[in-house]
T-cell receptor
């Protein structure tokens, strides 16, 4: 089974700072990649996804992620964060046509006004 | 308004009691999943079901049971055999052709006293 590593457990930023969250996985075959976000008191929402094609994926709320196959990475970025981006972020990896998603441990992002 | 509903939002039980968590979806999705979320561990798959009357164990199925009698419903029973049942439980669903792309319900927080 694949494993997913998120490098940061807790990130604290000021508003307008840039954000980058690391995600690496351990499967060598074809994968589907996801970032989910969980805002305080809300359910898990899909932020963006990669299945194939352009490795630079744009999601909701100004987030983007880049798939680098050679590095087994799918890092999440946002150029300028807002207080409302305070949330927990999860990277998830699935093998194509398999039902199992493997999740990273999550990164808590706190944005200070 | 399509989505996944989980009830109740909070659940308290005494140790040794079985408890059943509800999950209903009106997205017409074929596959449904149960995850457990613990702080610092991300989401771990308990059970999943691709079709009615069929389900498979995930990574941490011990102490849990499920049924899938209807397409819309996938209840999870936390049995007294589960050694550490206090957790946040998330239900998800997906379409068959994109099983990795899962949509999540709001979750049930179970506390065993």
């Amino acid at each position: 089974a694949q494993s997913v590593s998120q490098h940061n457990h807790h990130v604290i930023l000021s508003e307008a700072a840039s954000l980058e969250l690391g995600c690496n996985y351990s499967y060598g075959g074809t994968v589907n990649l996801f970032w989910y976000v969980q805002y305080p008191g809300q359910h898990l929402q899909l932020l963006l996804k990669y299945f194939s094609g352009d490795p630079l994926v744009k999601g909701i709320k100004g987030f983007e992620a880049e798939f680098i196959k050679s590095k087994f990475s799918f890092n999440l970025r946002k150029p300028s964060v807002q207080w409302s981006d305070t949330a927990e972020y999860f990277c998830a990896v699935g093998v194509s046509n398999d039902y199992k998603l493997s999740f990273g441990a999550g990164t808590t992002v706190t944005v200070r006004a | 308004d399509g989505g996944i509903t989980q009830s109740p939002k909070y659940l308290f039980r005494k140790e040794g009691q079985n408890v059943t968590l509800s999950c209903e979806q009106n997205l017409n999705h074929d596959a449904m999943y149960w995850y457990r979320q613990d702080p610092g561990q991300g989401l771990r798959l308990i059970y999943y079901s691709q079709i009615v009357n069929d389900f498979q164990k995930g990574d941490i199925a011990e102490g849990y049971s499920v049924s899938r009698e209807k397409k819309e419903s996938f209840p999870l029973t936390v049995t007294s055999a589960q050694k550490n049942p206090t957790a946040f439980y998330l239900c998800a669903s997906s379409i068959l052709v994109r099983p990795n792309e899962q949509f999540f319900g709001p979750g049930t927080r179970l506390t065993v006293l």
